[in-house]
Nanobody
Framework: QVQLVESGGGLVQPGGSLTLSCEAS????????MGWFRQAPGKEREGVSC????????YYADSVKGRFTISRDNAKNTLWLQMINLKPEDTAVYYC??????????????????WGQGTQVTVSS
């Protein structure tokens, strides 16, 4: 059974940091395109950062470039999203997702067939 479980969300002040984790089970992370997406109230789900399953290529939304870092450890079957200098507009539910294709970036969100339950990130003073 494919399962993705996110953790690490919480309440943080502007300028603070959080690291999200996504533990995968039921399938090998190796070879899967992995992504972090977020959805704020009243807004569409958007791709924050994605990492290829076949090389080290990564994608970041313009709004998070220089502040967020995606990484993966295939041996531990875990994906991370390190977030620094958080802003109130980063407030959202963050989801990790998996796609077995060779696509790159966060294109074609419908290709991500497996999703976690989400973890809330709130940036507020």
């Amino acid at each position: 059974q494919v399962q993705l479980v996110e953790s690490g969300g919480g309440l943080v002040q502007p300028g603070g940091s959080l690291t999200l984790s996504c533990e995968a089970s039921g399938f090998p992370l190796n070879g899967y395109r992995m992504g972090w997406f977020r959805q704020a109230p009243g807004k569409e789900r958007e791709g924050v950062s994605c990492i290829s399953g076949y090389d080290t290529s990564t994608y970041y939304a313009d709004s998070v470039k220089g502040r967020f870092t995606i990484s993966r450890d295939n041996a531990k079957n875990t994906l991370w999203l390190q977030m620094i200098n958080l802003k109130p507009e980063d407030t959202a539910v963050y989801y990790c997702a998996a796609d077995p294709s060779v696509r790159s970036g966060c294109d074609d969100i419908s290709a991500f067939g497996s999703w976690g339950q989400g973890t809330q990130v709130t940036v507020s003073s």
